[in-house]
Nanobody, 116 residues
Framework: QVQLVESGGGLVQAGGSLRLSCAVS????????MGWYRQAAGKERELIAA?????????AESVAGRFTVSRANANNLSYVHLQMNALKPEDTAVYYC????????WGQGTQVTVSS
């Protein structure tokens, strides 16, 4: 079992940048993949960035070239970050950190609002 705590998010103007972070504790050795989902108002939750352990990152077409996902381990914690550049109003959503072991886990969600 793992526990996820997100940080970051907020309000930014179009064209700006934000960085989201997620600290993962617990059985981090069981992690197979990490990444980020987002859910805009009235829409379904979608996977936008993911790293499978030992492999390269994958991105949704809507964020490729603007967002970068990265992973690091330190002090018995695993971290997954999402660097978001060139933000657009359509990026406004609640962003959820995601970890896959035998089960899927999500963070509490953090609001990102991009004003035009």
């Amino acid at each position: 079992q793992v526990q996820l705590v997100e940080s970051g998010g907020g309000l930014v103007q179009a064209g700006g940048s934000l960085r989201l972070s997620c600290a993962v504790s617990g059985n981090i050795g069981s992690i197979n993949a990490m990444g980020w989902y987002r859910q805009a108002a009235g829409k379904e939750r979608e996977l936008i960035a993911a790293i499978v352990t030992g492999r390269s990152a994958h991105y949704a077409e809507s964020v490729a070239g603007r967002f970068t996902v990265s992973r690091a381990n330190a002090n018995n914690l695993s971290y997954v970050h999402l660097q978001m550049n060139a933000l657009k109003p359509e990026d406004t959503a609640v962003y959820y950190c995601w970890v896959a072991t035998m089960f899927d886990y999500w963070g509490q969600g953090t609001q990102v609002t991009v004003s035009s």
